[in-house]
């Protein structure tokens, strides 16, 4: 079963958070979450496995921050294709039949010249190293998340389609000024969906940032201008320190009753992003069965 072609004609549900999960497995504050695809698979197995019994379509691999860039401060340079290979086989492992796994990508970390010191062939060995590993692991699709910088978004993008043929999300991060949605970096939504569009990438998405209140208005923009499928992920709220804890307040009957009008402004894809589990999920499932 065609991912693209499923999307054409249903509404279909990514996963939620990650963080607090695999903190409640092990993972130590500042740690290194990709080091636990080979020192702690069984959890990272427990997390997919779950969200796919929630009701999850489809699950990322647990290497938001699998680049050579970003596993370089732990010392695990090294260990890119390894650390991104273990992580698609494992999500794979638990992949019911007709359900997909895409491989995660983050944001680098680095800002290309003359911003930054990174040379786009050095970004782009980069990218290549990291998607390797998971085309190795056997991913259906890739997905360039929380990115700021539009820049490292198209090469990355680029860079998927020239060595693969699977589908490729590309997803920026939103916040709400008075002038309207831009990202850190003064991209615009009408801008971001074009850039992504003449990469090549097959979807459009946006994830944190932003509680499900706010981001309804972001999704109608992103419909609006958008030639391509449209995915959201919403925070559940906007976090909040509580007894030394961060805490998000949405609740998943209260993501649902928003989930609705997300769902009614076209979108192709929802899921969770931060503060979001698998009872959220189980509300999204519900509602997208309601709606298709």
């Known amino acids: 079963m065609n991912f693209l072609d499923l999307i054409k004609e249903n509404v279909l549900l990514g996963d939620g958070a990650t963080g607090t999960f695999l903190q409640s497995r092990g ?8 080091l636990m695809n080979v020192e702690k698979e069984e959890a990272v197995l427990e997390m997919a496995d779950n969200y796919f019994k929630a009701g999850s379509d489809f699950v990322l691999t647990n290497t938001f921050g699998g680049s050579p860039f970003m596993l370089k401060k732990y010392g695990y340079e090294k260990n890119v294709e390894e650390f991104n290979r273990k992580a698609a086989e494992i999500a794979k492992s638990v992949c019911p039949e007709n359900k997909f ?3 995660s990508i983050g944001p680098t970390g680095e800002f290309l010249e003359p911003l930054g010191n990174v040379t786009e062939k050095e970004m782009e060995n980069g990218f290549e190293r990291q998607l390797n590993g998971l085309i190795e692991g ?8 929380t990115q700021m910088a539009i820049e490292e978004l198209v090469l990355g993008i ?9 589908p490729v999300i590309g ?9 309207g949605f831009f990202t850190m970096m003064g991209i615009s939504p009408l801008k971001a969906a074009d850039e992504i569009y003449n990469a090549g990438g097959d979807v ?12 309804v208005e972001l999704a109608k923009e992103l419909v609006e201008n958008s030639k391509l499928p449209v995915m959201v992920q919403s925070n559940a709220g906007i976090p909040k320190i509580k007894n030394k804890k ?5 609740t998943p009957q209260f993501m649902k009753k928003n989930y609705q009008a997300l769902i009614d402004t076209g979108v192709s ?6 503060g979001t589990n698998f009872d959220h999920i189980k509300e999204f499932r519900s509602l997208i069965n309601e709606n298709n």
Do not use: H, Q, W
């Open 246 to 250: 961060v805490i998000y307040d949405e």
């Open 269 to 274: 894809i929802i899921g969770g992003c931060c």
């Open 171 to 179: 997803g920026m991060v939103f916040d709400k000024g008075p002038r």
């Open 204 to 215: 459009v998405a946006t994830n944190c940032g932003n509680g499900s209140t706010i981001i």
């Open 138 to 145: 056997g991913v259906d699709g890739i997905i360039f998340e």
């Open 158 to 166: 680029k860079t998927a389609k020239r060595i693969s043929n699977l």
């Open 101 to 103: 796994v895409f491989g």
């Open 27 to 34: 993972l130590e504050p500042g740690g290194c979450p990709e």
